[in-house]
């Protein structure tokens, strides 16, 4: 029996520690972890590199350069992650560039991962692309359970984004990840779109891995902010289970809060960003 139950957890703890983790910002977390066909935001070259050139500041910025940051970690959780993610794009949107760390740990299983990425127009149509490296290093530490695995993912993404009649941004996005193939999976595919209307109210839908190469899984997010005042409410579904959340945005500056109610566990967790 006791062998039985060290093989169980071997078992468990590769597929864990086999499995890329997302970049996750507080505000990605609380809208389901929608960012394939949004990446609009700090964590942009992660969630697809194509979004780069496209980010959106928020508050009031005089530089070439307009820049996001933004910082996370987890307050109460089944599990412990803290990241930091920067974004930055050109004045005139012909360029755009971002990178970031993060560290999550579950019971024995942990995770380091950093890299960056690049994004370009590639027409005057609204289409550009962008490619991103991620090097992630996961390890098991707990004795007979001992290991590291190291990785490095080289992804490709598209992203299509057009203002409507009606003043909504629409974008579309599509990501190729692994294209080296370092995953027995790989390489898997992501789609997914997005539109902010003009009250603010934006709503994304992500399909991950749309060839099943693992398991499909469909993300739903939005974000809304309270008219009137510094307050924004978000909540979403990743793969079916609930995320939600609220930022406090003063200038250039923003609080935020997320919660989510996964398979893996519950976690709250707390951000802040900055724009300049």
Same mark, same amino acid.
């Given at each position: 029996? #006791?062998?039985?139950?060290?093989?169980?957890?071997?078992?468990?703890?590769?597929?864990?520690?086999?499995?890329?983790?997302?970049?996750? +910002?507080?505000?990605?977390?609380?809208?389901?972890?929608? /960012?394939?066909?949004? $990446?609009?935001?700090? *964590?942009?070259?992660?969630?697809?590199?194509?979004?780069?050139?496209? %980010? +959106?500041?928020?508050?009031?910025?005089? !530089? &070439?350069?307009?820049?996001?940051?933004?910082?996370?970690?987890?307050?109460?959780?089944?599990?412990?992650?803290?990241?930091?993610?920067?974004?930055?794009?050109?004045?005139?949107?012909?360029?755009?560039?971002? =990178?970031?760390?993060?560290?999550?740990?579950?019971? =024995?299983?942990?995770?380091?991962?950093?890299? /960056?990425?690049?994004?370009?127009?590639? !027409?005057? $149509?609204?289409? !550009?692309?962008?490619?991103?490296?991620?090097? &992630?290093? &996961?390890?098991?530490?707990?004795? &007979?359970?001992?290991?590291?695995?190291?990785?490095?993912?080289?992804?490709? /993404?598209?992203?299509?984004?057009?203002?409507?009649?009606?003043?909504?941004?629409?974008? %579309?996005?599509?990501?190729?990840?692994?294209?080296?193939?370092?995953?027995?999976?790989?390489?898997?595919?992501?789609?997914?779109?997005?539109?902010?209307?003009?009250?603010?109210?934006?709503?994304?839908?992500?399909?991950?891995?749309?060839?099943?190469?693992?398991?499909?899984?469909?993300?739903?997010?939005?974000?809304?902010?309270? *008219?009137?005042? $510094?307050?924004?409410?978000?909540?979403?579904?990743?793969?079916?289970?609930?995320?939600?959340? $609220?930022?406090? #945005?003063?200038?250039?500056?923003?609080?935020?809060?997320?919660?989510?109610?996964?398979?893996?566990?519950?976690?709250?967790?707390?951000?802040?960003?900055?724009?300049?």
């Amino acid at each position: 029996m #006791r062998n039985l139950t060290w093989i169980v957890m071997i078992v468990a703890l590769v597929a864990l520690v086999g499995t890329p983790v997302l970049a996750q +910002n507080a505000r990605s977390s609380a809208m389901g972890s929608v /960012g394939v066909g949004l $990446a609009d935001d700090s *964590q942009a070259f992660g969630d697809n590199p194509a979004g780069l050139c496209f %980010i +959106n500041p928020f508050g009031m910025s005089d !530089s &070439q350069w307009p820049s996001m940051v933004s910082g996370v970690a987890s307050v109460d959780a089944d599990w412990d992650r803290y990241g930091i993610f920067y974004s930055t794009r050109s004045i005139d949107y012909t360029q755009g560039w971002g =990178a970031g760390y993060w560290h999550s740990e579950m019971g =024995a299983a942990e995770s380091d991962a950093y890299g /960056g990425g690049f994004g370009m127009p590639i !027409s005057d $149509a609204g289409f !550009s692309a962008g490619v991103s490296v991620i090097h &992630q290093d &996961q390890g098991v530490a707990a004795g &007979q359970l001992g290991g590291d695995m190291e990785n490095t993912f080289i992804n490709i /993404g598209l992203m299509y984004i057009r203002l409507d009649d009606e003043s909504n941004v629409w974008r %579309i996005g599509a990501v190729a990840r692994d294209i080296t193939e370092e995953m027995a999976a790989a390489p898997w595919y992501d789609i997914g779109g997005s539109i902010m209307m003009p009250n603010g109210l934006t709503v994304g839908v992500d399909v991950l891995d749309v060839t099943e190469e693992v398991k499909s899984t469909v993300n739903v997010g939005a974000e809304l902010p309270i *008219q009137g005042t $510094a307050f924004l409410v978000r909540a979403g579904l990743r793969d079916g289970d609930f995320t939600a959340g $609220a930022g406090y #945005r003063q200038a250039n500056w923003e609080l935020s809060a997320s919660f989510q109610d996964l398979d893996g566990g519950e976690e709250a967790a707390i951000g802040v960003a900055g724009c300049f």
